[in-house]
């Protein structure tokens, strides 16, 4: 253990002006402590803190009140391997603190240490409010002519955000992990307050919150979809930019990351929040979650945080120790910005790593969480020199962890550094977003040219790129709407975005969405057009539920979720993003197609693959997929070159006796289309599982009320609707 450079008897440090009596407290002395591990660890007599800076000078921990006045300063006692750290005798949890780190304040050379401004904790279990942004919030005089080289010399004790010190005690009971195989798994894409926020139900002091999710009215909705893992957007804490502050706006999507091992305070009830920022009440929810079969993933966003570039705010790592932490450009004052919001965080760092991997192993191992899906998951998978590698040190600490390895994994594969969209070339063990199926599928129903190879190939779980790099089927995870874009109803019903609520112009969000308005842009009476958006809708989530690969459901989407052709509302927390249980109850037919697709893929092994179709050398192929043209034979070269063509039979089938088979006819052209059936001898009986022209998944017994036939005979006829699909299932000979 090593003696800082400052004073090492200077224990307490008097805060400027005297305490009132409502705020004279206990003084506390403070000890040596232990350096690990970082953050503040609540014991039987005291609370332990521990913080990284290899460039600090002397680090105060500085304690507060509830509401926000500083009672003493102290500085850390002990420096060992650059971690400062002490202990407090006599605190106990609920104590909030900050830091002040004295130290370099030179941007020109990548150090930001300035002691005015109150610092997290980045190891803090627990935020005592949720964090807004604010002036005093930056290290440097705003509006100075010098910019980021001017300091601050005031002081934001007062206002700036507080970790919170908590030692949960929490009852697991027999809470057990469900542990969902890939080939099996559905994921549901939810927002945690805009899911229960207006859901009848749920009580009302719960709505928006951890334990509204928790809640019987919530679990019933999910479970009776058959979904298996609720994907919870952002629940890390995060921040609300001063931008956005300053608009009357929030960040509603959450992804500005300030606290990596904190829930967000504002998704807790208001008793909750106070006593522990919710973290007991998220380990509620996932123990009632897990209770009802459902696995929690983590939508994680480690490549950026808050922070923001050299002109961001300062309110934690920045003020620690800046190069430490972000990838830094040629001139330090400058991040390098390979996500779009400022910064990007160094996990070639070793402090850095160490914290994303200490954040991923708490979330796991306390608050039992089942996976996570990496946001811009390619900036994690740099090596020191900036270039992706699978052999990246994040990859690498991942694969030998043996806690990290076993859970899912899931990647967004691109960011905006060079050579970003890597789709395919994550490790093997990993899942990701497959933004190939997402387009190929959106423009085969928006009838594209040349769109019916992409298509078929994003049908077979875009094997073409994947199994080469050895990679399983459930490695891609099938969208065609998640929370960036359009809902579902918005991608039939608008041709273009429509985000001035966003305060930006409409200037945000994609410009190029694959969507078809069927003929009418937004809202309209049309009972035409209203119908063949109903029967695009189908034609997308029966498309996703049959596909090769791992499905994953927008929530809101099965039940005409829509935000009025908004396609970036990362900003709106209000009606425009929250669920709307009341426009729900006009949805209730699609609500049950999407439940029966599920049920419907949940009975047919040969789309729900663990390995590829094809067969090595003496094996057999577990699955074929054979593709006939309208004409009921094999397709030809020059059909799958012709742009033109619009019509495809695809035939799924098993190699195993009592598997059924699986046939599939599309038509994305606007005319009706009369398919032969595929031949075969003998006779195969085909019995009609869908028909997309109506709202109807046969499950089990006869097709009652629906408009096709029940059943047909290999080489007979069968005729769709223009902009439609149907579905057969046969025993396999």
């Not at 608008?494 to 694959?514: F, L, M, S, V």
């Amino acid at each position: 253990m090593n003696t800082p450079p400052s004073d090492p008897q200077r224990t307490a440090l008097p805060v400027s002006g005297a305490p009132t009596r409502r705020h004279r407290a206990t003084r506390h002395r403070i000890e040596p402590g232990r350096p690990w591990p970082l953050g503040a660890t609540a014991e039987r007599h005291g609370v332990n803190f521990a913080v990284y800076s290899r460039v600090a000078d002397r680090v105060e921990l500085c304690l507060f009140t509830a509401d926000g006045q500083e009672t003493q300063r102290m500085a850390l006692p002990a420096l060992t391997d650059d971690v400062w750290h002490g202990f407090v005798p006599g605190l106990r949890p609920g104590q909030h603190y900050g830091f002040r780190v004295h130290g370099p304040y030179e941007p020109e050379q990548g150090q930001r240490c300035n002691p005015s401004v109150l610092l997290m904790d980045p190891y803090a279990r627990a935020l005592a409010a949720p964090v807004h942004g604010a002036p005093d919030q930056f290290a440097y005089v705003l509006g100075h002519a010098d910019e980021d080289f001017a300091p601050w010399q005031g002081d934001n004790g007062t206002t700036a955000p507080k970790a919170l010190v908590v030692r949960s005690r929490f009852d697991w009971g027999d809470d057990k992990p469900p542990r969902i195989p890939a080939e099996n798994t559905v994921f549901y894409e939810v927002h945690v307050k805009g899911f229960t926020q207006t859901m009848p139900g749920v009580p009302e002091a719960l709505r928006g919150t951890y334990a509204g999710l928790a809640s019987d009215a919530a679990l019933q909705h999910l479970r009776s979809l058959g979904v298996t893992s609720v994907e919870l957007l952002p629940v890390q804490a995060f921040i609300d930019d001063l931008r956005l502050v300053e608009q009357g706006l929030a960040n509603y999507w959450g992804y500005n990351t300030v606290a990596f091992l904190a829930p967000e305070p504002r998704y807790a009830t208001s008793a909750e929040r106070a006593r522990d920022g919710g973290v007991d009440e998220f380990k509620a929810m996932v123990k009632a979650l897990h209770a009802a079969g459902l696995e929690v993933i983590l939508d994680v966003v480690y490549n950026h945080t808050g922070e923001g570039s050299h002109l961001g705010p300062t309110l934690s790592l920045k003020g620690l120790d800046h190069a430490a932490y972000y990838r830094l450009t040629e001139d330090p004052r400058f991040c390098l910005d390979f996500s779009g919001t400022g910064n990007t965080l160094d996990t070639s760092s070793p402090p850095a790593l160490r914290l994303v991997l200490d954040s991923l192993r708490y979330w796991v191992q306390e608050m039992h969480v089942d996976g996570f899906r990496f946001d811009l998951a390619s900036a994690l998978g740099r090596d020191a020199a900036g270039d992706f590698t699978w052999r990246a040190p994040f990859f690498a600490a991942l694969a030998q962890d043996p806690v990290l390895s076993q859970v899912k994994l899931v990647a967004e594969p691109w960011d905006l550094g060079p050579n970003g969209y890597q789709l395919g070339g994550f490790p093997t063990g990993w899942m990701e977003w497959n933004g190939r199926y997402r387009d190929a599928v959106r423009d085969y129903w928006a009838n594209a040219d040349g769109s019916l190879p992409a298509f078929a190939a994003s049908l077979c779980g875009s094997a073409d790129l994947l199994e080469p790099r050895r990679r399983r089927p459930t490695a891609s995870v099938n969208l065609v709407t998640v929370h960036d874009g359009f809902t579902l109803a918005d991608l039939v019903s608008y041709n273009g975005k429509h985000n001035e609520a966003n305060g930006e112009d409409n200037r945000d969000g994609e410009n190029h969405n694959r969507s078809w308005n069927c003929g009418a842009e937004g809202e309209t009476t049309d009972a035409a057009v209203q119908a063949l958006r109903a029967r695009q809708a189908r034609n997308f989530l029966a498309t996703l539920f049959l596909s090769h690969g791992t499905p994953l459901l927008l929530g809101g989407d099965e039940l005409g979720r829509t935000q009025q052709g908004n396609n970036n509302a990362y900003c709106q927390d209000n009606a425009l993003s929250w669920f709307d249980w009341e426009r729900a109850g006009a949805y209730t037919e699609l609500q049950a197609f999407t439940r029966d697709l599920i049920a419907l893929r949940r009975e047919l092994s040969v789309v729900r693959l663990a390995r590829w179709p094809h067969h090595s050398a003496g094996t057999t192929a577990c699955v074929t997929v054979q593709w006939h043209s309208v004409w009921g034979l094999a397709m030809t070269a020059e059909e799958w070159d012709d742009p033109a063509v619009r019509c495809i039979a695809a035939l799924m089938e098993s190699t195993q006796a009592g598997e059924d088979a699986l046939l599939m006819l599309f038509n994305a052209s606007g005319e009706e289309a009369v398919f032969t059936l595929p031949a075969a001898t003998p006779a195969r009986e085909w019995t009609l599982r869908l028909d997309t022209r109506a709202a109807q998944v046969v499950t089990s017994g006869p097709p009652l009320g629906h408009p096709a036939e029940a059943s047909v005979t290999s080489g007979a006829p069968y005729t769709l609707l223009p902009h439609s699909m149907a579905a057969f299932t046969a025993p396999s000979p």
